[in-house]
């Protein structure tokens, strides 16, 4: 019972690094329809900015965040505008190859500027004991990892319903043309929902850093993958779906290496996403769309 | 007399790739080409294979699949259990090699193949992934540390396992079951519409692709010695999509052209693999912004030297109604 609690508390921590990567990934899906690989990527640059400001600069843990999250933003916006923007009349196709392109010129960029060797996060950035509750010990850093996604989840639902900006990007995924006649610029409502996300992903990144102390310039493949199953999973182009489809995969995934098999975690995320696409494309919170002529 | 024409340029490239296939053995015996070109050649042909199987599937059906080293490694796995643990003989292996790729096509096509667009890229992706991993985790097959194989790809077994993929891969797009998955491409509802049974028509397409992956993995495993279940992830399926996207979504002449021209780059830059990646993505990302349909397009070469149009994939129309 207590390893199972342990676990679940586990499953919920990397869940909610999940769900801060799935949001990007959904946010974007809702926006413009496509499936940002590079977002993966965004959660290790942001990691590796973390590790740096901790390491070189000495900041604590807080500054590092958002020095990675402010980064990240940039760096976000700069891939729509250079990559993606002049692609948005393109095929679907052509825009996914692009994805895929700007995604491995990441990872091997960087692994050319600073060699794929592994570094890991400083062990004492957050001083924090571990709680006791009925008899269950409770990292300090899971609850730190839960607090601070949750904090920047209703920070986002807050920017997306109650901000003009938000109000514009429920606009354009709704319609793009339509809000376009309406008077909104769609080109930068479009980069901020890009920043915004890749703001959560950067977060992701330096939280993974600091549960998981090791990171390398590979790392953003597979929860990126992970995060995507998580974004279809909810309903993608759904904010709250996105959120429980983190959580969930996360406990699944927390349960399947409990009960011994910690080999086949990574092929878990696949299998649901799998049936999830045949029993439920359009995932858990969202509706079915008939298609149109 | 038109069909007269037909065979004549068939038969014809027949008698010249036999040409160069007997000098090339005679060359590879008397010791004119060391070892590092003939493993150049031997990686040529084992792309071509796996190229022209991604291309039926990509781009003469339309169905975004990038999980194609599943197939791969199911080919390759299944062939050197034939040879090494069940003592068959080669072309055994080879057929097995493609057969269980094509079930595993099959198997996973039937599913997936009711998703469109990016999901099915994802799905794909998936199961790519899960192949992998349930390699890693069986320990008859040697798990995460592989399994030896000896070395039992010829010349003469690759070049036929190549003329063969292209002629059966080119007479199909041809035949009416080609148009239909030309029509699947170019616009899904009006195929449906049109009394065209896509599904099926997509699973076919599929499970030949898988097929002829499968054969590429037999000669593979064959080819390398050793075989690893890492060595079949996601960047080996981005090799073969290049392979295709750069050669031209719809041609086969250019996935040709394109698996030979980047694996003798890749030969060159094998010394940095982080260069290579980094000249290979920016190259896609550039290509799709300048030139997305590929080098060649839906144009085949034969079209170019006005030989006749025997292997026409079919018009591109460029504008936003691809299904993919």
Request: with cysteine.
């Amino acid at each position: 019972m207590e390893q199972f609690i342990q676990q679940l508390v586990n499953g919920i921590s990397i869940g909610s690094i999940y769900a801060l990567i799935a949001l990007g990934y959904t946010m974007v899906y809702g926006i413009v329809k496509l499936i940002n690989f590079a977002h993966g990527d965004v959660f290790m640059v942001g990691a590796f900015i973390g590790f740096y400001s901790i390491t070189i600069f000495h900041f604590g843990f807080f500054p590092a965040l958002l020095i990675s999250m402010a980064a990240c933003a940039v760096f976000g916006v700069l891939i729509e505008r250079i990559a993606y923007k002049p692609l948005r009349n393109a095929t679907r196709i052509a825009a996914l190859i692009t994805a895929i392109g700007v995604s491995l010129f990441i990872e091997y960029g960087t692994i050319y500027i600073r060699g794929a060797q592994l570094e890991s996060y400083p062990d004492n950035i957050v001083p924090l004991k571990n709680f006791e509750i009925f008899g269950v010990t409770i990292s300090g850093k899971s609850i730190l990892i839960l607090a601070v996604s949750l904090f920047l989840m209703m920070l986002l639902q807050f920017i997306v319903h109650k901000t003009k900006i938000g109000k514009a990007m429920r606009a354009v995924s709704h319609d793009m043309d339509a809000a376009r006649l309406m008077g909104i610029n769609v080109n930068n409502t479009i980069s901020a929902t890009f920043a915004i996300g890749s703001a959560l992903a950067g977060a992701a990144g330096v939280i993974f850093g600091m549960y998981y102390t090791k990171i390398e310039p590979l790392m953003g493949i597979i929860p990126g993958l992970k995060a995507f199953v998580a974004a279809v999973f909810g309903g993608i182009g759904i904010i709250p779906g996105a959120m429980t489809g983190g959580l969930i995969l996360g406990v699944i995934e927390a349960l399947v290496s409990a009960t011994g098999g910690s080999l086949w975690r990574d092929a878990v995320a696949f299998v649901v996403l799998i049936l999830i696409l045949i029993f439920r494309p359009a995932g858990l919170l969202g509706k079915n769309v008939r298609e149109k002529v | 007399m038109n069909l007269l024409k037909k065979a004549k340029g068939f038969w014809g490239t027949i008698v010249l790739v036999v040409i160069f296939s007997v000098v090339t053995q005679l060359l590879i015996n008397g010791g004119t080409l060391n070892s590092f070109y003939v493993n150049t050649l031997f990686s040529i042909g084992i792309n071509i294979i796996l190229a022209a199987s991604l291309h039926l599937i990509i781009g003469v059906t339309g169905q975004f699949s990038i999980g194609h080293a599943g197939f791969l490694a199911v080919g390759a796995y299944a062939s050197a259990i034939i040879t090494m643990k069940l003592g068959l003989p080669f072309p055994v292996a080879i057929i097995a090699g493609g057969a269980a790729a094509a079930i595993a096509g099959l198997i996973i096509g039937i599913p997936t193949l009711r998703l469109r667009g990016d999901y099915l890229a994802i799905a794909t992706l998936g199961f790519g992934e899960i192949v992998k991993i349930v390699f890693l985790n069986i320990d008859y097959i040697g798990g995460a540390s592989g399994m030896t194989v000896t070395h039992l790809t010829t010349w003469p077994w690759l070049i036929a396992c190549v003329v063969i993929t292209i002629v059966v891969i080119v007479n199909f797009t041809n035949s009416t079951h080609g148009r239909a998955c030309i029509s699947i491409r170019e616009n899904e509802i009006a195929a449906d519409a049109m009394g065209i049974n896509t599904t099926f028509y997509k699973v076919m397409a599929f499970i030949i692709g898988a097929f002829f992956a499968g054969v590429a993995g037999a000669l593979h495993a064959h080819n390398f010695y050793i075989i690893q279940p890492p060595n079949f992830g996601f960047l080996k399926s981005f090799d073969i999509l290049i392979l295709v996207v750069i050669g031209g979504l719809g041609s086969m002449s250019g996935a040709v052209i394109a698996a030979i021209a980047l694996t003798i780059i890749s030969t060159f830059l094998s010394s940095y693999p982080e260069v290579r990646m980094v000249i290979y993505s920016l190259v896609l990302i550039v290509m799709m912004l300048f030139r997305p349909q590929g080098l060649m397009g839906s144009k085949e070469i034969t079209s170019f030297l006005k030989l006749g149009k025997a292997a026409k994939g079919g018009v591109h129309h460029d504008g936003k109604n691809t299904v993919a």
